[in-house]
């Protein structure tokens, strides 16, 4: 299908979370069906995050901002000195697809097919400067990760190529976990521990809950030194565990009674479906993508944004058996279209669609 085929998955950072572990699993499924997949990083941190069977180029060794002329000059060079690709997958940032763009025009050889792959909610990106609509609007298709992000799309350009792409999930790596025991009170968090996710609001909601939780926070990111202080200044030390990053944490953990989330934001976070492939009931803001996967009282429950009382309120119910307790194998079931296998299928073919277009 993708014999000879090269690709650029376009990025503008990367280091650890849920795009980078999404990259991680199609890159090297693409190559086995006979793609030639390059991953392009524009500004490089020095983490190593990228697949070993797969070819790296991180284009700018050091931090700082850079313009968007800056960025389609780097991609100019890369492509002159490294050759032109078939497909581009602009991926994360709206402003990929523009320089994707820009950078073809510079090069002008032959064609080349631009598939734009949003992993946030677009007016998030346009909100803090990286490319809206009219940036997408430059792309032969965009791959969305959920139904509300395909509406908005259609809704600005109903002539758009669109097509809803899922995160792959190994379920073969998330065990199915036994059903809560109640009085083993325990939640857990997995992700980035940037200002987005709102771990502050699970802090203060655990500080609040009239039973004593545990709560696990497996991530890394700048917000660390300011939530171990909350967690001092709310005297929880006892209750709260900083456990750093962790590549697979569905292998290792057990007893865990449910899976929280706090964003202002998301788009279709892969930990909560990973946590739910695991068997563990997701309580979460209503997020993109979250509230398109969570049935309160099936596999999980929803509470308003940054609202740590009612968050609270949910803690206690469950302790005092007065919201139900999502089954495992319910929870797992929520998820099944999720599966790795028939994901990376179908994102292959829809590659293919676009390049035969």
């Known amino acids: 299908m993708l014999t000879n085929i090269h690709i650029d998955i376009l990025l503008p950072i990367g280091g650890q979370g849920g795009v980078e572990n999404v990259v991680n699993k199609i890159a090297p499924y693409l190559q086995k069906q006979g793609a030639c997949v390059r991953v392009v990083q524009f500004v490089w941190s020095g983490i190593h995050w990228v697949h070993e069977s797969l070819a790296f180029y991180p284009l700018v060794n050091d931090g700082g901002e850079y313009s968007s002329e800056q960025l389609i000059g780097h991609y100019t060079g890369f492509m002159t000195h490294q050759g032109k690709p078939d497909i581009i997958l602009a991926t994360a940032w709206p402003l990929m697809t523009l320089v994707a763009q820009e950078s073809l025009k510079r090069l002008n050889k032959g064609t080349c097919k631009i598939i734009s792959w949003p992993h946030q909610s677009i007016d998030v990106y346009a909100s803090t400067g990286c490319g809206g609509m009219e940036y997408l609007a430059l792309s032969d298709a965009i791959f969305a990760l959920n139904q509300k992000t395909y509406n908005m799309i259609k809704a600005h350009n ?85 456990m750093g990053w962790i590549d697979n944490p569905w292998e290792t953990i057990s007893g865990i009674s449910a899976f929280v989330m706090a964003s202002d934001y998301e788009c279709l976070p892969l930990s909560a479906i990973e946590s739910l492939a695991s068997g563990i009931p997701v309580i979460s803001t209503p997020v993109d993508g979250i509230i398109e996967i969570i049935k309160p009282g099936i596999n999980g429950f929803l509470y308003p944004l940054k609202d740590s009382r009612r968050l609270a309120d949910i803690l206690d119910a469950m302790a005092d058996g007065i919201l139900p307790v999502p089954a495992p194998e319910a929870c797992r079931e929520s998820v099944m279209d999720f599966e790795e296998t028939e994901v990376l299928c179908v994102f292959a073919k829809n590659l293919v669609e676009v390049l035969n277009k």
């Open 158 to 242: 109903k002539d758009c190529k669109v097509f809803i792409v899922k995160n792959p999930v190994n379920f073969t790596q998330c065990p199915i976990q036994p059903a809560w025991i109640t009085k083993d009170r325990t939640l857990l968090f997995v992700g980035r521990l940037a200002a987005q996710k709102r771990v502050d609001i699970i802090l203060e909601a655990v500080s609040l809950a009239k039973d004593t939780w545990k709560l696990i926070l497996i991530g890394e990111g700048e917000e660390e030194g300011t939530l171990q202080e909350l967690v001092r200044f709310l005297h929880i030390e006892r209750q709260v565990y900083f």
